[in-house]
């Protein structure tokens, strides 16, 4: 049974276990980068905290994620340990869900799975242990980029601290202006030519509308303001995921984008605009509220490539 047009409510590890094998043919997913995870669980009290605080502020500085040590203070070895289990518990939970995305991807298929410059390479070991191979790591440049370490300078300034005044300029960290997209991809049948004549999948639409030919930076994405309904603290914009899409999946209704991570519906959102199928798995319920409304809200650009109903499916069945 083919699974596609649907977004469930649960956990991606177990949802994805129910989908046939080899059935998607891309998956674009944003999973929560380390610093917003909490053991083994997407904590709730954590997401609701965090929609709180961005609700009522203006600046992204106060989004400051906790954990991320970007804020300063104790760095004794009790402190690293701690953030090197860390990361390890969090590779080894990126292995459990990609080693399902793996089995449900057709031969060929492509994985592009965003996180943090910090973070990337442990997302990346987790793909190749489960079998996938790297095909490259995309820049996707933002539009601004804010400095959020440590001013050394200001610090000492406000300790009346008299080394103020050699430290001008020096702070704990630059200013992170990029985010990292590893590519990675199943193996092929054989070639690209027979994985292609057989899946349809495992090559990249690079050659652009103006008849440049993309490069593995992303950059020059403007900057979108979230819609009135969407109130989810980490939304990508959606020219970016449409052009994700436009450079993984041909163009047809047979090819099934597969999103994990759902969060707002971002990437299922420009699937469907942009004419593919689609299906997301989110574990927070609220998200999938906001995913619904922005999926009813979106037409298919391409009218030669038929809407198709979309539903709602949750998991276990009637369970949330
Ligand atoms: C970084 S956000 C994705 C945001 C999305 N790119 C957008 O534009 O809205 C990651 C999402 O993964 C969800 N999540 C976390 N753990 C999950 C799991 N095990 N299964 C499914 N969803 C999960 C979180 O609730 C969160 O909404």
């Known amino acids: 049974m083919v699974i596609k047009d649907q977004v469930f409510i649960g956990d991606c590890r177990e949802v994805l276990r129910e989908f046939p094998e080899n059935s998607i043919s891309v998956c674009i997913t944003d999973p929560p980068y380390n610093y917003e995870f909490i053991g083994h669980k997407w904590d709730a009290a954590e997401v609701d905290r965090r929609l709180k605080r961005v609700q009522d502020s203006n600046t992204l500085v106060k989004n400051i994620p906790y954990g991320s040590g970007l804020a300063g203070g104790v760095r004794n070895a009790r402190w690293y340990k701690r953030v090197r289990e860390n990361i390890l518990d969090y590779q080894h939970w990126c292995r ?23 973070t990337i390479a442990h997302v990346q070991i987790a793909l190749e242990k489960v079998g996938f191979y790297t095909r490259d790591c995309l820049v996707y440049r933002r539009s601004s980029g ?54 349809g999948v495992g090559l990249f639409h690079a050659v652009n509308e103006d008849g440049s ?4 930076i992303i950059e020059n994405i403007p900057r979108e303001k979230n819609g009135k309904y969407n109130v989810h603290c980490t939304v ?19 090819h ?21 199928s689609y ?13 619904n409304q922005r999926l009813s809200d979106t037409a298919v650009e391409n009218r030669s490539l038929s809407e198709e109903p979309y539903t709602l499916k949750l998991w276990p069945e009637g369970k949330l």
């Open 256 to 276: 099934i984008v597969l999103d994990p991570f759902s969060g707002s519906g971002t990437t299922l959102v420009a699937a469907k605009k942009l004419g593919r």
């Open 279 to 291: 299906v997301g798995i989110e574990i927070v319920p609220k998200y999938v509220e906001i995913i």
């Open 213 to 216: 030919f993309q490069s593995n």
């Open 146 to 199: 804010i400095p959020k370490g440590l001013n050394v300078q200001a610090k000492l300034k406000e300790k009346g601290l008299p080394e103020h005044q050699q430290w001008q300029g020096w702070h704990s960290c630059l200013r992170n202006e990029w985010e990292a997209i590893v590519v990675v991809q199943k193996p092929l049948m054989n070639n690209y030519l027979d994985t292609m004549l057989q899946y």
């Open 96 to 118: 459990e869900w990609a080693k399902e995305v793996f089995r449900v991807c057709k031969p060929g298929g492509i994985v592009a799975a965003f996180n943090s410059t910090r």
């Open 236 to 254: 990508k914009p959606l020219v970016l995921m449409e052009k994700l899409v436009d450079l993984l999946v041909p163009a047809s209704k047979e």
